[in-house]
């Protein structure tokens, strides 16, 4: 089913590694330069007539015009009535682990006393108002509820706003897990806007929504594009492309356990890429036979087997595992799980990665829903310098300088040479006239 990719010939220099496994692992093709010129006008026209363009265009490509934009309190009331309780046990569990990793990650000020009278705060402060995005399209994502909404709350966000697709078997509310998973952690301000008029909306303003500071949440592409196209204006988490997870495994693993991970990911979307990286060919064998039992009973069997045939989806032949650690730094997986003999050795290794998974009972779905980690992370390469959604991401550092005259004073000298060293003689000016009157 996964088509298979023989790296065991290439020796590329540790200065040559990068670029040579990056060639050699599939990846989805996305052209978001030519999704921007889709996502362009439909911007601007949320930019000029605000709200009459967000339904609109929810109309155009949801298939549904919602009676009101944002999301009624009573549809918030009843869609948390009507929720499942086991999902909402789930939910609320869910819940907890993230929040209780979010708080230890939150950091604090801290004041830096530089010299007698100087000091130096780095203070954090919350970002004042924030928009989530939670895609609909092929699942209702309400974990992504969880992983957006939760680290702005222990970050200390007063102003937070979602938005997600109105459906049509729905009336043109968002899915009514979604909105459950809302009223549950107590966000009110929802909206039924999908794709990049939601963006738009969060960057611009429209009615009731005021803009935001900063846009959260995966989606498709043309939501890649309309963060590409709004950054300007609004800071954005990062540019999310189709799901993906790369798996080290030798042959200590388990075949039913790699196949299944690999299928969980894929089942996402057609476009979702999984990467099996191995050592042993018997191992590889053993998981394609997997893969067809499996595939074969999944609800999803279509979508799932799309995924896995499509160019983004391979197994990769390797020498060793320190070869597939290689591989793996270089591919830069959204998830990366380690399924070897000694896992937790060979992922202190791992410099590239949205997130890792050690060990053959920590398949990415944990990660997904309950592990306590975030789901939100870097795809298509950028986790070799982009980092996963934190509570981070809904804080700034901002400095906060207090120096007393003599403080000023005893540096003073070194302010006046080094603006005279870069010809802004007043930068210098604006010292001495203080330590002159001073003295």
Request: charged fraction near 25%; glycine fraction near 10%.
């Given at each position: 089913m996964m088509r298979r990719l023989d790296a065991r010939k290439l020796s590329p220099t540790p200065d040559e590694s990068q670029g040579v496994y990056r060639a050699a692992v599939p990846r989805a093709a996305l052209d978001v330069e030519q999704a921007l010129a889709t996502i362009r006008p439909i911007c601007d026209d949320v930019r000029d007539r605000g709200v009459e363009a967000v339904l609109d265009a929810g109309e155009k490509f949801d298939g549904v015009r919602p009676v009101d934009l944002r999301v009624s309190a009573a549809a918030l009331t009843d869609a948390l009535a009507g929720l499942d309780p086991d999902v909402r046990v789930a939910l609320e569990e869910s819940v907890r682990r993230l929040r209780q990793t979010c708080e230890a990650e939150l950091e604090q000020t801290i004041v830096s006393d530089v010299a007698p009278g100087a000091a130096v705060e780095r203070r954090i402060v919350p970002m004042q108002r924030v928009g989530l995005y939670v895609p609909g399209g092929l699942a209702p994502l309400v974990s992504t509820v969880v992983m957006n909404a939760v680290p702005a709350q222990v970050a200390g966000v007063p102003g937070i706003a979602l938005a997600s697709p109105p459906q049509k078997e729905f009336g043109g509310l968002p899915h009514p897990t979604i909105l459950a998973a809302c009223a549950l952690l107590g966000i009110d301000e929802v909206y039924a806007a999908g794709g990049a008029q939601a963006l738009a909306m969060f960057a611009y303003g429209a009615g009731e929504c005021r803009a935001v500071n900063l846009i959260t949440g995966p989606g498709n592409i043309y939501v890649a594009a309309a963060k590409r196209h709004l950054q300007s204006i609004v800071s954005i988490d990062a540019e999310a492309g189709p799901t993906e997870i790369a798996i080290i495994a030798d042959d200590t693993a388990d075949a039913a356990f790699v196949a299944a991970d690999l299928i969980s990911q894929a089942e996402h979307d057609p476009m979702a890429a999984s990467v099996l990286i191995?050592?042993?060919?018997?191992l590889a064998g053993q998981v394609e036979l997997e893969l067809e039992s499996q595939v074969a009973v999944a609800?999803?069997?279509e979508r799932i087997r799309t995924s896995l045939t499509g160019q983004q989806s391979a197994t990769v032949l390797v020498r060793d595992?320190?070869?597939a650690v290689d591989v793996a730094n270089a591919y830069a997986a959204e998830h990366l799980e380690i399924q070897t003999a000694?896992?937790?050795a060979v992922a202190e290794r791992i410099v590239n990665a949205g997130?890792?998974?050690?060990g053959s009972h920590t398949p990415?779905?944990?990660?997904?829903?309950?592990?306590?980690?975030n789901h939100v992370l870097p795809t298509a390469g950028c986790a070799c310098h982009s980092s996963g959604l934190s509570v981070r991401a809904f804080c700034r550092n901002m400095h906060v300088?207090?120096?007393?005259?003599?403080?000023?004073?005893?540096?003073?000298?070194h302010v006046v040479a080094l603006a005279e060293a870069e010809n802004l003689p007043?930068?210098?000016t604006a010292v001495s006239i203080r330590t002159s009157r001073d003295s």
């Open positions: 191995t050592d042993s060919e018997a609800k999803h069997a595992i320190d070869q000694d896992a937790d997130a890792i998974f050690v990415v779905s944990l990660g997904d829903y309950a592990a306590g980690s300088v207090t120096y007393s005259a003599d403080a000023l004073r005893e540096v003073g000298d007043s930068h210098g």
